[in-house]
């Protein structure tokens, strides 16, 4: 398994196969920097086409110049374009994580909806006997309750690059 963390470089593809399978395609932009023993530094970077097949909701985050990283099996593939051969990184992503969502309105709303739909779901609820794994416990005596943070913020790109 292998861990990248890079930049999209361009909103990701949402793709309906005939099996009634979906796949999420975006390709991540991997910036990276050496310097050999006698020259200047040199500035790579490397594009890499992703799929992932889990779940299709993730391209609503997955925008153009998002940080993300992506973790599964890393493959190459060639090709000839007319006389010329092409290489191309691959990975099939079992687990894709945004780290800098892009800015812009939609995005922001999007996030909002998510952080909303996550804040539901973490609510504890209680079972018919009030025993269940998913009980409130309660506070001690002279004990404060724990804040609630709202999920209304989005984050914001205050990252150099």
Known sequence: MVQIIGRLTRDA?????????????FTIAVNDWYKPK??????LVEFIQCSYW?????????????????????????????????GQINLNAQHVKVHVFAKNEETAAAVQAVQLELQAQEQPQETK??????????????QKPAPVVPATEVPTDDLPF
């Open 13 to 25: 593809e949402v793709k309906q196969l005939a099996s009634e399978a979906t796949v999420v395609n």
């Open 38 to 43: 006698n020259g200047e530094g040199k500035e």
């Open 54 to 86: 889990m779940n299709a909701a993730i391209a609503k985050s997955l925008k153009k110049g998002a940080v993300v990283e992506a973790g599964g099996r890393l493959y190459a593939t060639g090709y000839m374009r007319g006389n010329e051969a092409v």
């Open 129 to 142: 006997n009030g025993k269940g794994k998913n009980r409130q416990r309660p506070t001690k005596p002279g």
